[in-house]
Nanobody, 116 residues
Framework: QVQLVESGGGLVQAGGSLRLSCAASEIIFSIARMGWYRQAPGKQRELVATITSGGTTNYADSVKGRFTISRDNAKNTVYLQMNNLKSEDTDVYYC??????????WGQGTQVTVSS
């Protein structure tokens, strides 16, 4: 099994910052597109940000300019730096690995709550 271990969720005030971390297995991390998704109650899981093995990033319009996805290859870890958080960012956030054989792997989810 591919293990995606998430951390960093919690409660933060609006306008504050939070950093999520996701540690992946070395073999998957080296080849997969890594990403962060979030899911609000009653809604579909949606893309937040992705980063390819080559470092190309992609962001949802709603977080562009506020969130930054990055990777630490030595630690096989992907991060999501979230700045200027808004109440509408309150969601369960999931780490994702999408492999070249079109297989998806998911973390357990971490709760982010932004107070207004």
């Amino acid at each position: 099994q591919v293990q995606l271990v998430e951390s960093g969720g919690g409660l933060v005030q609006a306008g504050g910052s939070l950093r999520l971390s996701c540690a992946a297995s070395e073999i998957i991390f080296s080849i997969a597109r890594m990403g962060w998704y979030r899911q609000a109650p009653g809604k579909q899981r949606e893309l937040v940000a992705t980063i390819t093995s080559g470092g190309t990033t992609n962001y949802a319009d709603s977080v562009k300019g506020r969130f930054t996805i990055s990777r630490d290859n030595a630690k096989n870890t992907v991060y999501l730096q979230m700045n200027n958080l808004k109440s509408e960012d309150t969601d369960v956030y999931y780490c994702n690995a999408f492999t070249r054989n079109l297989r998806n792997y998911w973390g357990q989810g971490t709760q982010v709550t932004v107070s207004s």
